[in-house]
């Protein structure tokens, strides 16, 4: 990979998004990881009207460690911050919709968070006249590993081709504080989640299928089998054909 080509190339690209769609700048949920960092640096780099919004969200993460590395990437590469505590409102949607479904289904409960995050960042969005910027990399997108309607929603993504593993050496480019590349991926989802225990593979041997076509027949079946399941994911639904 040639870094300084790629990023010129994303910084260029978001400027013409931007410029095409006459808005005044970007919005981003900060998470405190590290698509969320890169995202935010390359629209830093592209314009200076960029708000980083972190959304603390029931998670003991969300409001300890995530929000502090969050914290230190904004102001590191000055981006303004912003903090909307979502766990009052979460707790509310909890108790407004227990008479739907006895089942208490503990992900259905859970993909509320960055449902509520995406609410948030719209809103704020159409206040400013700014564009929402989404932080989902290739191989999250592969596994289908992002809510529909949540994280899944933007208006624009610069990091959508990029595998984890090109993500890592963009941010180490970018010079990103450590403590951000070096922690576990995680959704933050509840506390004690990892991505790559929840989706049953490690990101080095996902992204060596995605890149390279080899991998392992048990690594293939899991990523094949969870592309084809999540392939609604990838898409606005389908309509009636005309």
């Not at 190339?9 to 981003?28: F, Q, S, Y």
């Not at 790559?196 to 079946?221: C, F, H, N, S, W």
């Given at each position: ?45 592209a314009t200076p009207n960029v708000t980083g919004i972190i959304m603390p ?186």
């Open positions: 990979m040639e870094f300084e080509k790629t990023v010129l190339e994303r910084v260029n690209w978001i400027k013409e998004i931007l410029a095409e769609a006459g808005a005044k700048g970007i919005v981003l949920g900060m998470s405190g990881g590290k698509d969320s960092a890169l995202v935010g640096i390359l629209c830093r780099m969200c029931q998670s003991r993460r969300n409001l300890g460690e995530d929000r502090d590395h969050a914290l230190i990437l904004n102001e590191k590469f000055d981006i303004q911050t912003l903090e909307v505590d979502l766990t009052p409102v979460k707790e509310a949607f909890e108790t407004v919709l227990l008479p739907l479904d006895a089942n208490q289904n503990p992900m259905a409960y859970a993909n509320i968070n960055p449902r509520l995050r995406m609410i948030c960042l719209y809103n704020y969005a159409q206040r400013r006249n700014y564009l929402v910027a989404g932080t989902g990399n290739r191989s999250e997108l592969t596994m289908g590993y992002f809510t529909k309607w949540g994280d899944g929603a933007f208006d624009l993504n610069p990091i959508a081709d990029l595998t984890v593993s090109e993500v890592y050496k963009l941010l180490r480019y970018l010079d990103c504080p450590e403590e951000i590349i070096k922690k576990p991926p995680s959704a933050a989802l509840y506390d004690g989640q990892t991505d790559e225990e929840e989706m049953g593979i490690r990101y080095a041997d996902l992204d060596r299928y995605i890149l390279t076509g080899e991998a392992t027949p048990e690594v293939k079946a899991k990523v094949d089998r969870a592309e084809y399941r999540t392939e609604h994911k990838r898409s606005l639904g389908r309509m009636f054909p005309r």
